[in-house]
């Protein structure tokens, strides 16, 4: 039998999913650190928070390419946006699989920023497009390399990624950062799954595009409900373009009718209801972040997410704590970072499985660090 070259022929597990499975065999207890599951995590649901699944309107399929009125209307009203301007998915993956499709043929580019999310390579692969990287450097806080995304722009590139804040780098683009990206005339793909948790205020550009800017954002982290599978797509920019961009999307989306009836019914109660989840999501990675800041180890600087990161001098840092002290973290090569020596930390661990991972990973310091 022969498989598409889209899919990587490597599917061994890394020695760091080895290492867990032997331990999980032994029945061992283990501290995870990863978790970003918010209803794994312990945050707690509103009563009948979800009952507005059980609308009667979900019983009538009505097929509407970007989805139904009454939920786009939603979305436009909570997040400021012309109801004509948004479309409907399923996931966050999805709308990046249709603006891969709109925008590139087999073998085109997208620019991905690094480090960022590992799975760009693997949507972009599956719908046979390029991946190629642009640099964030760390300078007291971090920053996006324009030299290298100028670099790395060619004939066949498509389309800029950007992810705001980026995961799990937790920055978001400043204002001069927005208007450089702009200048390049190339149309913007815009994560922004975790806006809704900075850290502090954060200046950013509110401009209006001069390039076609797609916002990305969904359920999964606005109401922390990952399982509801409903996101969508805000388009802004120049009418024109904007407008042509949209008419072959809906062919896409059209082909595809893909979000269901009950939760964009349920869509504006959902929202509604948000604030409650969020306090609590906000609250959570607050006072996670601030008891790792008070303890000896490097936490570099984060403006907004899920996440922190750790830098340690030893460059397998993750393997030996699984080994030696049950402790999971994700080490920051899964995130494609240039240099070793970093853990990615989930502030969304409940705080008692956090703080003693925490301990355990300052026994990696040197003696005089501890």
């Known amino acids: 039998m022969k498989f598409s070259r889209r899919i990587d022929a490597e599917l061994r597990p890394n020695a760091l999913t080895l290492l867990l499975e ?7 207890a283990i501290l995870d650190l990863t978790e970003s599951n918010p209803t794994r995590a312990g945050i707690a ?5 979800l009952n507005a699944l059980s609308d009667p309107r979900a019983l009538h399929y009505e097929p509407e390419p970007f989805g139904l009125l009454s939920a786009r209307e939603t979305v436009a009203r909570e997040f400021g946006a012309p109801y004509n301007r948004v479309v409907l998915t399923a996931s966050t993956s999805e709308a990046y699989s249709w603006l891969f499709k ?13 480090p960022s999310y590992p799975l760009f390579d693997y949507l972009a692969a599956l719908e046979g497009v390029s991946v190629k990287t642009y640099g964030l450097f760390y300078d007291h806080g971090w920053f996006v390399d324009i030299h290298t995304l100028q670099q790395a722009i060619s004939v066949r590139t498509r389309a800029i990624v950007v992810v705001n804040p980026n995961n799990p780098t937790g920055n978001f683009l400043k204002a001069r950062e927005w208007d450089a990206l702009t200048d390049f005339g190339l149309p913007i793909v815009s994560d922004e799954v975790f806006r809704d948790y900075a850290f502090a205020l ?3 550009s509110t401009a209006a595009p001069r390039v076609p800017v797609f916002r990305l954002n969904g359920l999964s982290k606005t109401v922390g409900l990952p399982q509801m599978k409903l996101a969508w797509i805000i388009a802004e920019g120049p009418d024109l373009l904007v407008d ?3 008419a072959r999307l809906e062919i896409i989306a059209d082909t595809y009718l893909s979000v269901g009836t009950p939760v964009q019914c349920a869509a504006a109660s ?14 959570r990675t607050s006072a996670n972040l601030d008891f790792l800041r008070a303890t000896p180890l ?18 397998d840092a993750s393997l030996r704590l699984l080994r030696d002290y049950n402790v999971l973290v994700q080490p920051a090569y899964f995130y494609d970072f240039e240099q070793s020596g970093f853990l990615v930390l989930s ?24």
């Not at 008692?352 to 003696?367: A, D, M």
């Open 244 to 246: 042509s961009a949209l």
């Open 202 to 204: 954060v200046e950013q």
């Open 22 to 28: 032997e331990k999980k065999r032994r029945q061992e």
């Open 347 to 370: 502030l969304l661990t409940l705080p008692e499985t956090f703080r003693e991972g925490v301990r355990r990973i300052q026994n990696l310091l040197p003696p005089m660090a501890q």
């Open 45 to 49: 649901y509103p009563p009948g928070f």
């Open 298 to 315: 490097r936490v570099l600087d984060v403006e907004g997410g899920w996440y922190a990161i750790v830098s340690l001098p030893e460059a």
């Open 270 to 283: 959902l929202l509604a209801l948000r604030a409650a989840v969020q306090q609590q999501i906000r609250a």
């Open 102 to 114: 709109l925008f590139c043929d087999p073998g085109d580019e997208v620019l991905i920023p690094r």
